[in-house]
């Protein structure tokens, strides 16, 4: 067939802004920010929005003498309290790494679909 592929370089791509503790995605870091004050970092007794996992927990005990020991509506395995995460800063490294190689994944895919569909488009094309 006389089909041509053109593969472009490989780049070290931003990731799309995402929340460390629920995996829910964000078109922008602000919405991410405010998404992260009203279900992560908001006190239960209060309601005051926090910006951080530390910020409330010293509120909580500051304010009203609790102790919070975990984020709330955390995912299991991201409910530690003492992360100072803040939008996309402070996301542990293997963390980000895990992230970028699933969508890497979930991108080779779609690919290959796309390429086996052209190279079926090419082979019903007569010469």
């Known amino acids: 067939s ?16 995402w929340c460390w503790y629920c995996n829910r995605d964000f078109d922008d870091e602000k919405i991410l920010i405010q998404h992260q004050k009203a279900k992560h970092f908001k006190c239960h007794i209060c309601h005051k929005k926090l910006y951080t996992g530390p910020g409330l927990a010293i509120h909580c005990m500051q304010v009203h003498k609790e102790t919070i020991d975990a984020v709330p509506n955390a995912i299991p395995g991201r409910t530690d309290i003492e992360l100072e995460i803040y939008g996309m800063e402070g996301i542990p490294e293997k963390d980000m790494d895990e992230r970028r190689r699933l969508l890497e994944q979930k991108t080779q895919g779609k690919w290959k679909h796309f390429l086996i569909f052209i190279l079926n488009l090419c082979n019903m094309i007569p010469l």
């Open 2 to 17: 006389r089909c041509l592929l053109v593969m472009g370089r490989k780049k070290k791509k931003q990731l799309k802004p």
